[in-house]
């Protein structure tokens, strides 16, 4: 109902938190973060005016290549990724910036994420939903570690969706917003 949705980005994130204290009984301790809605279409589908961020847990990250079992999912969609490990903090009180942030990575690997809400009317529920819904995030496959990478390499990546050998997306690494540094910045 109405009534229970969330008022504002606050109550949003405070929704979120308590599921992920639910989601983790079994997915495991959370083991980082996602974000959402980094380039302007996916803003544009949801209505929003900004990405938004979700936790990954230790039992929903795989190696690829990976199997999962779809008939545990409500809704399933998936979404090609770079992923990056962080080796050194970043304080949450400085506003980071694409280049700043590039020295606080230890590795970067291409990965696929496994979307899924937990609303049925989904995407129509919003974007303050998405984010109590842990941001639709489900399960993410890890690559190899790229190696000897920089930032205009990762950035100019060609990124290649395929199903069952058909292309269905193609696009840049850089597409999203500031490049995938400037998505870790935000």
Same mark, same amino acid.
Not at 115 to 136: C, H, K, Q, T, Y
Not at 146 to 173: F, H, K, P, Y
């Given at each position: ?60 990250? &795989? +190696? ?5 079992? @779809?008939? #545990? =999912?409500?809704?399933? /969609? $998936?979404?090609?990724?770079?992923? !990056? ?64 990478? &920089? +930032? ?5 990546? @060609?990124? #290649? =969706?395929?199903?069952? /050998? $058909?292309?269905?997306?193609?696009? !840049? ?14």
């Amino acid at each position: 109902p109405k009534s229970a949705l969330p008022a504002d980005k606050a109550q949003a994130y405070a929704a979120q938190a308590e599921l992920v204290s639910l989601l983790s009984i079994h997915s495991g301790r959370p083991a980082g973060y996602k974000v959402g809605c980094t380039n302007a279409t996916a803003r544009q589908m949801l209505a929003l005016d900004s990405p938004f961020s979700g936790r990954c847990f230790e039992k929903e990250l &795989s +190696a690829s290549p990976a199997t999962i079992d @779809a008939g #545990t =999912l409500h809704m399933i /969609g $998936i979404e090609p990724e770079i992923a !990056v490990r962080i080796g050194k903090d970043l304080a949450p009180s400085k506003n980071w910036q694409r280049a700043d942030v590039i020295d606080h990575i230890e590795a970067v690997m291409p990965s696929v994420e496994v979307v899924e809400s937990r609303f049925s009317s989904w995407p129509l529920m919003g974007f303050l939903s998405a984010i109590a819904d842990n941001g639709v995030h489900r399960h993410l496959v890890l690559g190899n570690p790229v190696e000897n990478w &920089s +930032a205009d390499s990762i950035e100019q990546t @060609a990124v #290649t =969706l395929t199903a069952n /050998g $058909i292309t269905v997306r193609e696009g !840049v690494a850089s597409n999203v917003d500031g490049g995938p540094f400037g998505v870790v910045a935000w």
